[in-house]
């Protein structure tokens, strides 16, 4: 792509030869990598066919290839956000993978090397509540199995499921027969994680939880025997965990040991657990993440490789690789330009398989050799997409929040080689999901769209946020719309009173949860010019346990975010952005897709009746086949080419060659 020539003085109509379509054909990250054989295997977006996740096989030679063409489409929505969507293990000397496809949640089975030969199913369709699903999978070829979480809806309303571990026949026996899934062990919590099955095959463990907790809340370690004659998990027992202890990952070393990543310390630490007693010994006690919160089944922050070592993710803030010894409590970290790990660790004798990114690299396949500490990358990237004198210099900042306290936020200032301006700049403050989530500081061709522009983007970890210990975590407890509003408003004051800011030119921007306090700081602050809400919660009462217009894993998270709803009522209707219509003053974007049940269209509807006729300058964008996240090519273009034209129209530019945004009032 040609670079731009010539010179802007205007933030935000900067020349850039990153557009919205480049941007967005690149959103979204590898995922779910694993081992098999000498081959590794890993999921990936594909914008462009549909959204699509496709399944990516790189072979020993290097040479990579999608065996699924599409519509095969490898994500589960168990949970609604997923886990674990495949597995796979050399049978009869040859790959066989299991995988979940999204369009039926059915587990499928094919043999790679057979492409002549369709993916044939392994569990049946259910008419009620979309079919059973299934996620956080394990193969088990030596007892003709693959092992997984059943979410089997019982009814109607999306709280009307059942979850347990079970095991499926590799044979196709369930493919239209319910009754041929095994059933592990009975139901006793409302969530759980796949189980682990021990060396020797004779214990297995997991994860359990109950509403109103979230993971990263309070779980538990369960163990069980294997029952040879039955094949079922009898005398189900809690090693560890509770109301106040996040257990995250729990895994079997090959000696027989078991790890756990559990935060009793405050911080989530790796402890060995003595699988009678429970006593659990902190292996390298420190105040640094080694886990975080549990958003899909599945996650590995660390994986207990075969000769000793286990490979771990810690930090603060942004996790690195590194290898502890299990006897001694020495960590030691790997080498390499990478500053952010995802949640995917996988081992095969001495290498380490992870996803790595950095500011000036996107996610990517990455090999360690744990026996020579040699690092490379093995696949997945494309962050030499564009010129990186395009790519933002971004920088890690500690903000003073209201009562003195620390707000960590990424600054991502305006970039570009052919363009300058003087004075303070336009700014945009994106706003995380979660809320229990962070940002991570890597490469982002979204957000190079907008400081390629001359617009700086401040990413926020608000009050709440994960990679800070349980303190910084539990700051959001009963305080949602409060502390996170704050700690956003906070950083946009910051980067104002240090001259890099323009508060006549700030805007706000998030999804999901971000949109949540997006909307609430429009409806409760005068900090923001403007603001681009996405699949957002707007309406408190009907998104709780009382409402049911969400799904079952979030439908109590307000418990703790907001308060007991039964016993704070007002609280909810106080709180919610829906309720303030009439103090909104600037102009707005919503974007949703029609397909959300997370935080479905409903939410945006009233908040709009709400606004109707106040003369409020907005527009109100959605989409079908979209739920919650966008992941189509042209649902991402448009959605960036009309935030840009908001911020064109509001902060006084013009933007090049993007349709001008219709705003209503």
Not at 58 to 81: H, M, Q
Not at 110 to 135: C, I, K, N, Y
Not at 201 to 221: F, I, K, N, S, Y
Not at 260 to 271: C, E, L, P
């Amino acid at each position: 792509m040609t670079a731009p020539t010539g010179e802007q003085t205007g933030y935000g109509s900067w020349p850039s030869p990153i557009d919205a379509a480049t941007a967005a054909a690149h959103d979204g990250n590898p995922e779910f990598v694993g081992v098999v054989g000498d081959e590794v295997w890993w999921t990936e977006p594909r914008p462009a066919e549909a959204g699509r996740r496709a399944l990516i096989r790189r072979r020993p030679d290097g040479t990579e290839e999608c065996p699924l063409p599409a519509p095969w489409n490898v994500r589960s929505r168990v949970i609604e956000y997923g886990g674990t969507p495949w597995a796979g293990a050399i049978v009869d000397g040859a790959p066989l993978i299991v995988f979940v496809h999204h369009g039926d949640q059915r587990l499928y089975a094919f043999r790679p090397d057979e492409p002549q030969t369709a993916p044939r199913p392994l569990t049946p369709l259910s008419a009620v509540g979309g079919g059973l699903r299934w996620a956080d999978l394990a193969l088990h070829p030596g007892r003709g199995e693959v092992w997984a979480v059943l979410e089997e809806f019982t009814g109607e309303r999306p709280t009307d499921v059942r979850r347990l571990p079970a095991a499926v026949p590799l044979d196709g026996a369930a493919a239209a027969d319910r009754a041929a899934v095994r059933e592990l062990a009975a139901v006793t919590h409302r969530f759980v994680t796949g189980p682990r099955l021990s060396a020797d095959g004779r214990q297995a463990v997991w994860l359990a939880w109950d509403h109103p907790r979230m993971p990263w809340d309070g779980t538990e370690l369960r163990i069980a025997d294997l029952d040879p004659a039955t094949g079922t998990l009898r005398d189900a027992r809690t090693l560890i965990g509770g109301p106040e202890e996040s257990v995250a990952q729990a895994e079997w070393a090959a000696d027989g040991t078991l790890l756990a990543a559990t935060d009793r310390t405050g911080w989530w630490n790796v402890h060995r657990v003595d699988p009678a007693t429970g006593e659990a010994v902190g292996l390298c006690p420190r105040e640094e993440e080694f886990a975080g919160p549990l958003w899909k089944l599945g996650y590995r922050w660390f994986a207990p490789l075969d000769h000793g070592p286990v490979a771990v993710l810690h930090g603060v803030g942004a996790p690195r690789l590194g290898l502890l010894d299990p006897a001694t409590g020495q960590l030691t970290d790997a080498a390499g330009h990478w500053t952010e790990w995802a949640p995917a660790l996988a081992v095969a004798g001495p290498r380490v398989i992870g996803i790595a990114a950095s500011a000036r690299t996107s996610f990517e396949v990455v090999e360690l050799d744990a026996s020579t500490g040699a690092i490379r990358a093995i696949g997945a990237a494309h962050h030499d997409t564009v010129d990186p004198a395009y790519v933002p210099e971004a920088v890690h900042r500690v903000f003073n929040g209201p009562g003195g306290r620390e707000v960590h936020a990424h600054i991502y200032p305006p970039r570009n080689p052919h363009a300058s301006a003087t004075g303070p700049a336009p700014y945009a403050v994106w706003v995380h999901g979660g809320p229990t989530s962070r940002t991570a500081m890597v490469l982002d061709l979204e957000i190079a769209y907008f400081t390629s522009r001359g617009i700086g983007v401040a990413e926020v970890d608000y009050g709440g946020s994960t990679g800070y210990g349980r303190a910084y975590r539990n700051r959001l407890r009963a305080q949602w719309g409060v502390v996170d509003v704050e700690d956003c408003a906070a950083v946009a004051g910051g980067l104002v009173a240090e001259g890099a800011a323009d508060p006549a030119r700030l805007a706000i921007r998030g999804g999901s949860a971000g949109g949540w306090t997006s909307a609430a700081a429009l409806t409760s602050t005068g900090t923001y010019a403007c603001g681009t809400v996405l699949y957002p919660v707007l309406d408190l009462t009907g998104w709780s346990k009382n409402g049911d217009e969400t799904h079952d894993f979030e439908s109590q998270y307000l418990e703790s975010l907001i308060g007991p709803v039964d016993e704070v009522p007002d609280r909810y209707r106080e709180r919610s952005p829906v309720s303030h219509g009439d103090r909104i003053t600037v102009p707005f974007l919503l974007l949703q897709g029609l397909d959300d049940v997370i935080c479905p269209p409903v939410q945006c509807e009233r908040f709009l009746a709400a606004v109707a006729g106040r003369g409020i300058p907005h527009a109100y964008l959605t989409f079908p086949g979209e739920s919650h996240g966008f992941r189509r090519l042209d649902t991402m273009v448009t959605a960036l080419e009309a935030e840009l034209s908001l911020y064109g129209q509001v902060f006084g530019f013009t933007p090049t060659g993007v349709p001008v945004l219709e705003l209503t009032t």
